[in-house]
């Protein structure tokens, strides 16, 4: 879980960075990658669980 969150926090960054400077693009990159991070983070108990193996 925690190298996803990096991967799509350092993916979004770069993405953004890749936007003309002031495009809505940019912003609207960093907006919706952060909504996905913070939505995995309070889901992110159970996906957690199955990826180190262990059955709740």
């Known amino acids: 879980m925690v190298i996803d969150m990096l991967a ?3 993916g ?3 993405l ?3 936007c ?3 495009s809505l693009l940019a912003d609207e ?3 919706v990658c952060r909504k996905e ?3 995995s983070l309070t889901h992110g108990n159970s996906d957690q ?3 180190r193996g262990l059955d709740a």
Request: hydrophobic share 50%; charged share 20%.
């Open 29 to 31: 990159i960093l907006d």
């Open 37 to 39: 991070i913070l939505a």
């Open 16 to 18: 953004s960075r890749a």
């Open 12 to 14: 979004a960054v770069m």
């Open 20 to 22: 003309p400077d002031g």
């Open 8 to 10: 799509h926090s350092v």
């Open 49 to 51: 669980s199955e990826a």
